[in-house]
Nanobody, 120 residues
Framework: QLQVVESGGGLVQPGGSLRLSCAASGSFLDYYTIGWFRQAPGKEQEGVSCITPSDGKTYYADFAKGRFTISKDNYKNTMYLQMNSLKPEDTAVYYC?????????????WGQGTQVTVSS
């Protein structure tokens, strides 16, 4: 049974940084493209970034380019999202989930997500 646990969110000032983690069960990261998605209350879902299983090829939404970096550690079955230069509009719950296509916005949350709040 696939399980994911997101962590690393919190409250930061504009311009600050956070590193999100997604711990996945089994060897999921070895075989599937997964990524980060986000949704703010009352707002539409947004795809943030995806990473492929073998060569680690990455994809980013326009708002994430130059600020966010996705990575993974297959041995630890953990995916990361380094978020720099955070803006108030980045405030949302962030989830990890499979990426079946790109661009991809709609997704089914597999974990509880982790809250990111950017505010002074």
């Amino acid at each position: 049974q696939l399980q994911v646990v997101e962590s690393g969110g919190g409250l930061v000032q504009p311009g600050g940084s956070l590193r999100l983690s997604c711990a996945a069960s089994g060897s999921f990261l070895d075989y599937y493209t997964i990524g980060w998605f986000r949704q703010a209350p009352g707002k539409e879902q947004e795809g943030v970034s995806c990473i492929t299983p073998s060569d680690g090829k990455t994809y980013y939404a326009d708002f994430a380019k130059g600020r966010f970096t996705i990575s993974k550690d297959n041995y630890k079955n953990t995916m990361y999202l380094q978020m720099n230069s955070l803006k108030p509009e980045d405030t949302a719950v962030y989830y990890c989930a499979p990426c079946t296509t790109w661009p991809m916005d709609l997704f089914d949350p597999w974990g509880q997500g982790t809250q990111v709040t950017v505010s002074s």
